[in-house]
């Protein structure tokens, strides 16, 4: 059957709200001329009439289509519902805090993918570095006690690279955003999953299509830069 007559034959199901009602919609006025109404359901459900569904199948397609429905619906929700932003009403008096909080609406919402590079010492005193896909951390991590100073924001093993100059101890891992290429010759690469464009990392090339790089100077960070991609929607 073709998706949309297989589509439009599941939606119909919704208009019936037991499966009697539906084996009631199959009788015709000339069966009801021959016989009582209880035969004429039972010819029906038995497929005298042609092929009719079970009430086991019945059940099972209306509930699938109810919920594909709700499934939708919680989408458009979604979609819709305002972004909560952890920066909202804060006070931000450092040049890296306020390039995250303008940048969180559109890292959160898709429009835009950033990759924050941080260096600076741990709570050990050793310096480390590494990159950070900003949109998969806000997902995974509540950001108010960033954005109000109660912790600093730094780069972890779990990001897209990480490195402790004390310890050696070097991690690089794809994220939902961003795959790692770190054995082309021009360097350390990260590809955009959704739209297959490389951010090159490299401060004497250009950041790549789509790409914009900012270097800031920070007073809680020895060294911040944020790469930000646009992404495309088609």
Known sequence: MEYGKFSRFHDSLTQFKCYEDYLDSKVTPLDLFYFKKELALKLVEHGHRGTVLSREEFEERKAAVQAAEAAKSNAF????????????GKELKDNFLKALAEREEANRSGKMTSVIFIRDH?????????????????????FEPYFSGKKRLMPARSDLCYYNWKTQVSTSNSSPNFEVIYDDPNGLLFK???????????????????????FLQSDIYIHVVIYDHNVRTV
């Open 192 to 214: 955009n999953k959704r739209d297959k464009k490389i951010l090159n990392l490299d401060p004497l090339s250009g950041p790549g299509e789509d790409s914009n790089r900012t």
């Open 122 to 142: 741990n709570t050990l005193g050793q310096e480390v570095s590494g990159y950070i896909d900003y949109a998969h951390r806000l997902k995974t991590q509540d």
């Open 77 to 88: 929700y979604d979609r819709n519902r305002p972004v909560t932003l952890a920066s909202a």
